[in-house]
């Protein structure tokens, strides 16, 4: 899953994409709202986080020029900016979400699965299976006929490989591991 994070805080923003990247997520950054506007104009994410205060452009004004270019990816707004009237502007401007600073890392990925899930009109859009193996793409949870296996975190690639193994029918692995 590709996600974009556009955040001028880098401690939050640091937070933010290290708790993505273990969460299996290939995350862009963008520290500012002309480089981010760059990146969602022009690559492709299964979903989007965005502050509103932003140097050089506001995260609102991205969500606009997105929805005008028939951009479709769900974007949940993570903002300090906390009134009703703040979040019913952003929904109305195209958020598909808003999320108040502070915030819980546990309930911002349940969120974006959330967003993720209606986005891709699946039935069960959170799991893939190959014969008795499956794995759960939010979860990262794997089991192998009934049973639960322990997975080890690569470093470099995450979890795509797992996913294109599942993916492509899984000729490559044997039953022993």
């Not at 140097?55 to 993570?78: A, C, N, Y």
């Not at 952003?90 to 890392?105: C, E, Q, V």
């Amino acid at each position: 899953m590709r996600l974009l994070l556009i955040e001028d805080d880098r401690k939050i923003a640091d937070f933010v994409k290290k708790g993505m990247r273990e969460a299996g997520f290939a995350v862009d950054y963008a520290e500012n709202g002309i480089d981010g506007l760059h990146l969602a104009l022009t690559e492709s994410y299964d979903v989007a986080i965005f502050d509103l205060m932003l140097p050089g452009l506001d995260g609102l004004s991205i969500i606009e020029k997105m929805r005008k270019s028939h951009i479709k990816t769900p974007v949940l707004v993570l903002s300090a900016k906390r009134s009703v009237d703040d979040r019913v502007k952003g929904l109305h401007t195209g958020a598909d979400d808003y999320l108040i600073k502070p915030f819980s890392f546990s309930e911002l990925l349940a969120r974006l699965q959330a967003l993720i899930r209606r986005a891709s009109d699946a039935v069960e859009p959170a799991r893939l299976s190959v014969g008795d193996l499956s794995m759960d793409l939010f979860s990262r949870a794997v089991v192998r006929g009934g049973k639960s296996v322990e997975l080890m975190a690569i470093k470099r690639m995450g979890c795509s490989a797992g996913f294109t193994f599942l993916k492509d029918g899984g000729d490559g692995i044997s039953s022993g591991r």
